[in-house]
């Protein structure tokens, strides 16, 4: 699975829209970009995944770059409630090399002010 | 509310000692895996299992042990307990079909068991 790259910490004011950015430049044409979000030693929570057209759901918005090397996840009305560590895996489907585990990364602490 | 449960949510004993911890997948889930967060390793997969059968291995100690039962409840057992094991532990299920590829995979975590080994 292709490594990625985020940035520790954010920070987000209430109410405005939290744009969290992650690197993946070796990603692979079969691999997804899925993003899961842990809040405060929760069990990490599944938020969205793409492959290479932008992504929307009730929870967020997933903005991949047209070479597939980088990603955004935008929460487009930040709440106190989305404080938490969020991440960026980077995984191919579900296959016969791949059995469906999460390799975790460090992850962007957002810390979402009043 | 994930629908996967875990037992006990905390769990304090000693080095040396062995416990068990238990999850229970989301009704209809055949995938269980467990994870480790501590503080200086962050989230590690360690174990996955598929209706029953071991499918992947991950940093999972040869202390630790895990397996799967018919009624795909799951249970990893930690032995020989050291001050470094204390962690939280999670468990995930997920719905895929093995052999059916194209899978998405969600993983539905469960709250956790918090492991301190004193």
Redesign the interface.
């Known amino acids: 699975d292709a490594k990625t790259t985020q940035p520790p910490s954010m920070d987000c004011a209430e109410g405005r829209a939290a744009n969290l950015p992650c690197n993946h430049s070796t990603i692979s044409g079969n691999e997804y970009v899925y993003w899961y979000r842990q809040i405060h030693s929760q069990g990490p929570q599944y938020i969205i995944h793409g492959l290479k057209n932008n992504e929307t759901n009730e929870m967020a918005s997933l903005i991949i770059t047209e070479d597939r090397k980088s990603s955004t996840l935008i929460l487009p009305h930040a709440t106190l409630r989305d404080t938490a560590v969020y991440y960026c895996i980077v995984r191919a489907l579900i296959g016969s090399s791949n059995t469906g585990k999460l390799i975790f990364g460090q992850g962007t602490t957002l810390q979402v002010k009043p | 509310d994930?629908g996967?449960t875990q037992t006990p949510k905390h769990l304090i004993t000693a080095t040396g000692q062995r416990v068990t911890l238990r999850c229970s997948p989301r009704s209809g889930d055949l995938?269980v895996?467990w994870?480790q967060q501590s503080l200086d390793q962050?989230?590690?997969?360690l174990i996955?299992y598929?209706n029953g059968e071991e499918?992947?291995k991950?940093n999972i100690l040869e202390r630790f042990s895990a397996q799967q039962f018919p009624d795909l409840h799951s249970e990893l057992n930690l032995s020989s307990l050291e001050l470094g094991d204390s962690a939280?532990y999670?468990c995930?299920s997920?719905p895929?079909q093995?052999g059916?590829?194209?899978?998405?995979?969600?993983?539905?975590?469960?709250?956790?068991t918090?492991l301190t080994v004193l």
């Open positions: 994930s996967v995938s895996y994870y962050g989230l590690q997969f996955q598929y499918r992947a991950g939280l999670f995930a997920s895929h093995f059916v590829t194209g899978g998405h995979n969600e993983q539905f975590f469960g709250p956790g918090r």
